[in-house]
């Protein structure tokens, strides 16, 4: 069984600030692990995954993700904060082969101006 | 690429009634589908996982008589709440993948579905 623990269910910073985003998984075998953005009213759109290549990993809008399996942890970043950088973001965990992911419960970023 | 959509977009119906949500992808052939469903300001829940030409596999807990799901082409996955009730209200998200190879889901914009 496979699972997500996202850190923090709102995080609030300023703009130009560093985003950190918490994500830890726990699977039974190599995990592929992804980070998704939901705008209010959206689906999902996909930020970054991870599939057993580099274990840093750079996504659209400026995001990077580290997979560090000592820490079996897979946390967002972003050096500067823009206000369009505030939404739900999800980190998801999928094993190779099934597909099906799943979701952590969700982490809402706020960007003070 | 990679479009997935949905209609509709929102949804009003009485107690009792079945509503049919459609996915699509517009640019790609998926034969495997996926149906989230996602409670206010909680995580997305998997449903079911559509693949085209056979039978849905529900999770657990998932009514499969309540929640029929159809995947008759490459290109469009059905979800049809029957005689739905209140508790049913939800925003219903379906995702595609794109291709037999690929592990990255593409998700549609969802469905705020409200049964009143």
């Known amino acids: 069984a496979q699972s997500v623990t996202q850190l923090g269910s709102h995080v609030s910073v300023s703009e130009g600030a560093l985003v950190l985003l918490r994500c830890n998984y726990s699977?039974?075998?190599?995990?592929?692990l992804f980070w998704y953005v939901q705008y209010p009213n959206q689906g999902l759109q996909l930020l970054l995954k991870?599939?057993?290549?580099?274990?840093l990993v750079k996504g659209i809008n400026g995001f990077e993700a580290e997979f560090k399996k000592s820490e079996t942890s897979f946390h967002l970043t972003k050096p500067s904060a823009h206000m369009r950088d505030a939404a739900e973001y999800f980190c998801a965990v999928s094993e190779p082969g099934r597909r099906a992911l799943t979701f952590g419960s969700g982490t809402r970023l706020q960007v003070q101006p | 690429g990679a479009v997935v959509s949905q209609h509709p977009s929102w949804v009003i119906c009485k107690s009792g009634t079945s509503v049919k949500i459609e996915c699509r992808s517009l640019?790609?052939?998926?034969?495997?589908m996926f149906w989230y469903r996602q409670f206010p300001k909680q995580s997305l829940m998997l449903m079911a996982t559509?693949?085209?030409?056979?039978?849905?596999?529900?999770e657990q807990g998932v009514e499969k008589d309540k929640f029929l799901i159809n995947h008759a082409s490459l290109t469009l996955s059905t979800l049809t709440v029957t005689s739905a009730h209140p508790e049913d209200s939800s925003f219903y998200i379906c995702s595609a993948l794109a291709g037999a190879g690929t592990d990255t889901q593409y998700f549609g914009p969802g469905t705020r579905l409200t049964v009143l």
């Open positions: 991870y599939t057993s290549a580099a274990t």
């Open positions: 559509s693949n085209e030409g056979s039978k849905a596999t529900y």
């Open positions: 640019d790609f052939q998926a034969t495997t």
């Open positions: 699977s039974s075998v190599p995990p592929y």
